[in-house]
Structure formats: C-alpha cells, structure tokens
C-alpha cells in the first residue's frame, strides 16, 4: 500500500511563500503521477500541479502556473510544492495524491486512489 504525509503549510501574509512537503512510502512510488490539490470550505477539490512519475513532465492549473513549481526527489520519496507570490485566495487545505495517472489527466481528482490527509495553507 501507499501512505502520503503531507507537510509544510500554515499561515503567511499575501507574497508570501510557502513549501509544501509530501513524503511517500510504500509499493511503487516511482511508478506513480503525483498531484497537488487543494479544497477551500465549501468548495470542491481541485488539481493545482502535478508532476509524472520520471519528474520530466509537470502540469499546472491557470490559477498558479508561473508562481507555484512541483518537483520530485526519488531518492527521498518526496514531492513539492513551492508556492511563490501567495494570495489569499490560494488559501484551503492542501492534498497530495499518487496512482498511474496519465499527465493529461493528472488534474483530475478521479484520477487518483491514494491521498494524504492534507496540510492547511491561510493566506491573510
């Protein structure tokens, strides 16, 4: 099985920055797409980043593509997310997510069967 711990958040000021850690264990780490949603009160999940499983090929929803940046580290089993230029409305919990999903696709929350319990990003 897969476990994601996320890491990272908590509160800053707008411009502010932030990085975001998640680190796996488990079965096929390497295999797998990672993705980086975040889900504000009320509102659905959505996919921000995501990143392939060689960490050659990102994607990048509208709302944070040139300030947020995803990367992996194979040999520690973690993925980031380093988000530049916070807002507040780049304020929710935030999830990373693993499974064989297609780039194209890496957005999409149906594309994904392992999730971490998420870390709390406030931007004021």
């Known amino acids: 099985d897969v476990q994601l711990v996320e890491s990272g958040g908590g509160s800053v000021q707008a411009g502010g920055s932030l990085r975001l850690s998640c680190e796996v264990s488990g079965y096929s780490y390497s295999s797998y797409c990672m993705g980086w949603f975040r889900q504000a009160p009320g509102q659905e999940r959505e996919g921000i980043a995501a990143i392939d499983y060689a960490g050659t090929d990102m994607l990048y929803d509208a709302s944070v593509r040139g300030r947020f940046t995803i990367s992996r580290d194979r040999a520690k089993n973690k993925v980031y997310l380093q988000m530049n230029g916070l807002q507040p409305e780049d304020s929710g919990m935030y999830y990373c997510?693993?499974?064989?999903?297609?780039?194209?696709?890496?957005?999409?929350?149906?594309?994904?069967?392992?999730w971490g319990q998420g870390t709390q990003v406030t931007v004021s």
């Open positions: 997510a693993a499974d064989r999903a297609t780039i194209g696709d890496a957005l999409k929350v149906w594309q994904y069967y392992y």
